[in-house]
C-alpha cells in the first residue's frame, strides 16, 4: 500500500463541472507536487508545495487550481476542464527537510485517472 | 538544460532472462541526483534508488544493480532472473542540488516498458 492517499481513483466529469481530487500523506514530509501523466508519457510536473507555500507553478491554465490546507492535505480543483486534459494525476511529497537533506525521493500516490466528457 | 534520454521504448525478455535498461543524462551541473522509478500497470511510482553525482560506486539490491558511469554519463539498471512481476514502466530521473526550501524539480527520461513473458 502507499503511503501517499489519492481520491477519487477514478473521476469522469463533464466540462462544465467542478471537480477536486484530494491527496493525504502522513509521513512528515514538507514538499507536495502534482503531476500529470498522458498515456505512454512520462510525468510531468505541474505544481510544488513546499512549507504549505506554492514554490513551483510550471505555466499551468488556471482551470486547474491547487490548494495545501495543511501540511499533509494537498488539493487540485478543476473547473472548465477540456478533454485533452484527461490523464492520470499524480500526487508526491519528499522530506525536503534541510536535516535530512536535499533531493530526497517522492513517494508517489496511486493516482486519479480523470476522464472529461 | 537537464535532459534524461531512455532510448529503449519496449523490451520484451523470458522470465529467468538478465536485461539492462539504459539511461544517460545531460547536465551542467556538478552536484546532481538520479533516481529510478518503477510503473506498474496500477499506475504508483515506485522508488529504487538514489545515486548522487560524487557517489560512482555500483549497487546491488536483490536482483536489481545499477552501474553509474559519469565518464559516459550513464546510470544503467540491471535485473538479474527477470519474474513476470518485473513487468512494468521503468524512468530514470534526474534532478539538479538547488536548494528551494527542499522542493527539487525531477526530470524523467520517456521511461522503458518492460515486458517479462512467462
Known sequence: DTEVTQTPKHLVMGMTNKKSLKCEQHMGHRAMYWYKQKAKKPPELMFVYSYEKLSINESVPSRFSPECPNSSLLNLHLHALQPEDSALYLCASSPSDRATGSNQPQHFGDGTRLSIL | AQKVTQAQTE?????????????????????????????????????????????????????????????????????????????????????????????????????TKLTVNP
Open chain 2, 11 to 111: 523490451i520484451s525478455v523470458v522470465e529467468k532472462e538478465d536485461v539492462t535498461l539504459d539511461c544517460v543524462y545531460e547536465t551542467r551541473d556538478t552536484t546532481y541526483y538520479l533516481f529510478w522509478y518503477k510503473q506498474p500497470p496500477s499506475g504508483e511510482l515506485v522508488f529504487l534508488i538514489r545515486r548522487n553525482s560524487f557517489d560512482e560506486q555500483n549497487e546491488i539490491s536483490g536482483r536489481y544493480s545499477w552501474n553509474f558511469q559519469k565518464s559516459t554519463s550513464s546510470f544503467n539498471f540491471t535485473i538479474t532472473a527477470s519474474q513476470v512481476v518485473d513487468s512494468a514502466v521503468y524512468f530514470c530521473a534526474l534532478s539538479e542540488a538547488n536548494w528551494r526550501g527542499g522542493s527539487e524539480k525531477l526530470v524523467f527520461g520517456k521511461g
